[in-house]
């Protein structure tokens, strides 16, 4: 296999856009990639998104991107695995680069919730629809039985839950493109409206629209495109049982777990190698079970390494320097592509007030649904 490097990387704002499309959302982040490397053709496109056919009526995404892009032609197609859609896209983009058979590739995520469907119902369908759906959860749900199996096994607190959303507002505070960019107190985590028991408002993702691109070629052909090229070391991706009620521990995501072996064997890289992560905080109990997955803490010790400020910008390691989902936003099929341009942002040097000194390794970590898949890619400075 070749070694690929993304050599540019655009992404709109995060939040309710009411004035653009979804095929204007790809478009801005789609052109901000190009542009940022340089590049005016592609040889590939793929279009991460979770439910266009269900958010805005919108299926058949590959030619229609390529067409408003100003490329049809070009062989493009849709990669769909929930919220790990983005993820997923990148992963395919990265093996037709690493394969040879093609060099210009772009790698995106797009999703437009904002546009009047029964957004709850939506995400709904990435869950089992016969042994969950039915008997009426949602995704808040989901995770709130998750939050609370974690906190009968480990003794994880409300205070835990809070401190998450709290530090992730923070660094969200200090990112432009952030949907949400006020803090938040503890006080007013823990006092915002129940929406599934433990988990409040504050400690959940936004509903969100947004678009996100990052652009790969091999590695030995960066130099073309930019002084700044950031490799990636290594994919790795896995599934799980589908329900909750099937996994062995539903507060542990082995799935997460899975899929970072995978990244960390490619890599030869282990945990302590990592210098900044974005990981999947869709609810504030997903980060915590993702850093443990992760192995950046203990099994049962995240909530207590995240309120002794270890996973702060300045911490042990620092996570979801963007704001994560819960701050920066939600656009569901993006997420995975939004992650991997945080990441090169740090390993540039480009975050600006977000920025981690000296980051030289950092790791994203996507899910889709309550778990059931999940991609983690790792990315170097070269
Ligand atoms: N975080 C912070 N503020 C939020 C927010 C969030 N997640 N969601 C909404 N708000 C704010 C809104 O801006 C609004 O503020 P305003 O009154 O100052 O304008 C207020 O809270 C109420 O917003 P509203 O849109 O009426 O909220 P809602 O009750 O319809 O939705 C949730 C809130 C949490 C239910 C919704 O955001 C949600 O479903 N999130 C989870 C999405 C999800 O499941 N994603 C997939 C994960 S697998």
Not at 166 to 194: C, D, I, Y
Not at 217 to 233: G, M, N, S, V
Not at 314 to 320: D, M
């Amino acid at each position: 296999m070749r070694e690929v490097a993304i050599v540019g990387a655009g992404m709109t704002p995060f939040g309710e856009l009411w004035t653009s499309s979804l095929r204007d959302l790809f478009v801005d982040a789609a052109l901000g990639a190009l542009r940022d490397a340089g590049a005016d053709h592609l040889d590939a496109i793929y279009v991460g998104n979770m439910s266009g056919g269900q958010f805005v009526g919108q299926e058949h995404l590959g030619p229609l991107m390529a067409d408003h892009l100003g490329m049809a032609g070009v062989p493009s197609m849709r990669v769909e695995s929930a919220c790990a859609s983005g993820g997923a896209a990148l992963r395919a983009a990265f093996f037709e680069v690493a394969s040879g058979a093609s060099d210009l590739v772009l790698a995106s995520g797009v999703e437009k919730m904002n546009d009047g469907a029964d957004v709850t119902g939506v995400l709904a369908t990435a869950a089992d629809q016969e042994s969950e759906v039915y008997h009426g959860i949602t995704f808040p749900g989901l995770y709130a039985l998750i939050a609370r199996a974690h906190m009968a096994a480990h003794g994880t607190t409300l205070e835990d839950l809070a401190a998450v959303s709290v530090k992730n507002h923070r660094h969200g505070a200090l990112n432009p493109k952030a949907q949400f960019r006020g803090e938040v107190t503890l006080a007013q985590v823990m006092g915002s409206s129940l929406v599934a028991d433990p988990l409040r408002l504050l400690h959940c993702s936004p509903v969100s629209d947004g678009g996100a691109a990052v652009l790969l070629c091999p590695l030995e052909r960066a130099r073309e495109f930019t002084d700044r090229p950031i490799k990636i070391r290594a994919t790795g991706m896995a599934t799980s049982a589908m329900a909750l009620a099937d996994r062995k521990d539903p507060a542990y995501l082995d799935a997460v777990a899975a899929a970072a072996n995978r990244a960390y064997e490619m890599a030869r890289l282990g945990p302590t190698d990592i210098d900044v992560a974005e990981v999947h905080d869709c609810f504030a109990i997903a980060e915590l079970c993702a850093l443990e997955a992760l192995c950046f803490t203990e099994r049962g010790r995240a909530g207590e390494a995240t309120r002794a400020g270890e996973t702060t910008i300045g911490g042990r390691i620092p996570i979801n320097t963007s704001g994560g989902l819960k701050s920066k936003g939600h656009p569901v099929g993006a997420t995975g592509v939004a992650q991997a341009i945080e990441i090169v942002e740090q390993l540039r040097g480009e975050a600006g007030d977000r920025q981690v000194k000296d980051a030289a390794i950092g790791l994203t970590q996507n899910m889709g649904g309550s778990g059931a898949s999940s991609v983690v890619h790792i990315f170097e400075r070269v």
